[in-house]
């Protein structure tokens, strides 16, 4: 007969300690999402979610939030980067996700696109020193209207193609704009069903924030299509604010260093939980 041994099971209990403590900072009140502001509207516009964005990627200097609730999953993005903002503007902003918290864009929308897809050849702001034009705004304003109504959506079975309208009856909404200090906001929902999972909160999810490079061919004369006529917006590295330097000045989308920097794709990934 074996006999019982004191240590043993200290030893036992100690280990499962250990075990649940690490999962509980590994579940942290930090990666596991909040609820959505109350009344939220998908609009391209912040004020529901109040002073700040929730979250900050310091190696790519964008502010962002995740939040979800039984029936959505909500993005928004706040860009200041003028290059940044063209490139969304043209190429649009993907938010790509792998629910089994891997690497993979196993799902994806990617707004604003052209119609059926393609390049959307927005014009590129005429900002002044004081940031974004009214002109700029009007623009923006009557491109929703037209040519910035596409959404590229892939992996989600139940949809049928992979291009649907901001106007689609999927449930699936997606919304841009400038604020008030010129920054372009990205704001989209995404009903949780279309993603067929029976316990969203159980596994960590991956979530890919991309901002997609300019990929439209030069002109003969060397500017890039889309560009001419308008100011530049600053090349690599421009920015606004107090971020990056200063605002372009004569550096802008004509100029061969900066068609490559437009050119570049900005990502990062990030995991979270979902919250119940």
């Known amino acids: 007969m074996k006999s019982f041994c004191p240590r043993l099971c200290c030893i036992c209990l100690v280990q499962l300690s250990v075990i649940g403590f690490c999962k509980a900072q590994t579940k942290s009140v930090q990666n596991i999402l909040q609820a959505p502001p109350a009344n939220i509207a998908i609009d391209g516009n912040l004020k529901e979610w109040g002073d700040s964005l ?11 939030s995740l939040a979800n609730d039984k029936e959505n999953l909500y993005v928004a993005v706040r860009i200041n980067d003028y290059s940044e903002q063209a490139r969304i503007l043209n190429s649009g902003f993907t938010l790509a996700i792998d629910t089994r918290g891997k690497k993979k864009e196993t799902f994806a929308i990617t707004f604003p696109v052209g119609e059926q897809g393609g390049a959307t050849e927005f014009g590129f702001p005429k900002h002044d020193n004081a940031g974004i034009t009214d002109e700029d705004r009007e623009e923006l304003t009557q491109a929703k209207l037209t040519k910035l109504r596409g959404i590229k959506v892939v992996g989600f079975a139940d949809i049928e193609g992979n291009y649907i309208t901001t106007s689609n009856t999927y449930g699936i909404k997606t919304a841009i704009d400038y604020d008030k200090d010129g920054y372009l906001v990205c704001e989209a929902a995404i009903p949780l069903k279309f993603f067929h999972d029976d316990d969203p909160t159980k596994n960590e999810w991956a979530f890919d924030f991309k901002i997609n490079g ?24 421009g920015g606004r604010g107090g971020r990056g330097g200063g605002r372009g000045g004569q550096h802008g989308a004509n100029n061969p260093t900066d068609r490559d920097e437009l050119s570049k794709t900005v990502d990062f990934w990030e995991k979270y939980y979902l919250g119940r």
């Open 54 to 64: 929730r979250y900050f990627n310091a190696d790519k200097q964008i502010n962002y």
């Open 214 to 237: 300019i990929s439209r061919p030069a002109s003969a004369n060397g500017a890039d299509q889309g560009s001419q006529g308008h100011s530049g917006r600053g090349g690599g590295g």
